[in-house]
């Protein structure tokens, strides 16, 4: 079965909702609740996602969401885990994917929409991860597998050997390089964009694109929501993954898919992009 979500329009990470310094369940369920009400399009969530007390937080919250809209596409990523309270550990072996996959069908009650290997960069046999991601769906226990930071390089080495559902990797607007979208696009592969904002600990949206900034000021409309329109508008085949904790911020993403792009918006944010090296 492969991937597909309907339409364009943003998934909900739910990373910070679990990691982010003084999260809590009652604040993530919040969250969850309401972007599913306003028409998300999927949870993003991973096995990493984790508390010291529970190892599967994350895809509890992703369950949360599946329960009040059935059928909601739920991605979850194996091979990168949490260790401590500061620790995480990657391991990408056949015997840790399985694991991973078994825990996470368990947890979520269902076969995972997408199943990613987490961190395809650090990986010892990447290889061997994925032939064991593709076990995997010929069995059932998941429907569609794929790759999370990942290269070009290295898509095009595993796409010679099995299908790729969907990638998921960083895509920082003024930030990062499209080069993987371009390949996935080519390809014809979904291609989420986590982190269209910069993450957490980058410095603010307005600063990356600075003239998307200034006609949203002038229109009255946020930056993000600005962003995000013209990201749908120019990048066809991508799907931003955002990873906002509250209820408001969610809610304005979301509502990126109804505002008009214009030639003022478009042409900022190609400038903006261009002026930072990225072409699309």
């Known amino acids: 079965m492969s991937f ?3 339409g364009r329009g943003v998934v909900l990470g739910i990373a910070s909702l679990v990691l982010k310094e003084g999260a809590t369940l009652e604040g993530a369920l919040d969250v969850v ?11 993003d969530t991973a096995r990493a996602y984790a508390t010291v007390d529970d190892d599967a937080a994350g895809e509890r919250i992703a369950q949360a969401a599946r329960t009040q809209r059935p059928g909601i596409p739920v991605i979850t990523k194996a091979g990168h885990f949490r260790l401590g309270r500061a620790a995480w550990d990657v391991d990408g072996s056949a015997e840790r994917v399985r694991a991973d996959a078994l825990r996470s069908r368990e947890v979520l009650g269902a076969p995972p929409s997408l199943l990613l290997l987490h961190r395809a960069d650090r990986v010892d046999d990447l290889d061997e991860s994925v032939r064991e991601l593709a076990a995997l ?8 597998i794929g790759l999370s930071n990942a290269s070009v390089e290295q898509l095009e080495r595993i796409r010679s050997t099995t299908r790729l559902d969907a990638v998921e990797n960083r895509f920082a607007l003024g930030l990062d390089t499209a080069a993987e979208y371009r390949y996935c696009v080519d390809a014809g592969i979904p291609f989420l964009a986590y ?10 949206l307005a600063t990356h694109v600075p003239r998307v900034a200034a006609v949203a000021m002038k ?15 120019a990048m066809p085949g991508a799907w931003p993954v955002i990873g906002s904790t509250r209820v408001e911020s969610v809610l304005d993403s979301i509502a990126a898919v109804d505002l008009a792009v214009d030639d003022e918006l478009r042409q900022a944010f190609d400038d903006d992009l261009r002026s ?3 072409g699309l």
């Open 219 to 233: 229109r009255g409309v946020s930056v993000h929501r600005s962003a995000l329109a013209a990201m749908f508008d």
């Open 137 to 144: 769906r010929d069995e059932g226990v998941v429907e569609a």
């Open 4 to 6: 597909t979500l309907p």
């Open 276 to 278: 930072r090296g990225v």
């Open 33 to 43: 609740r309401a972007a599913v009400d306003a028409g998300v399009l999927a949870i």
């Open 195 to 204: 982190a269209p904002f910069g993450g957490p600990t980058s410095t603010p």
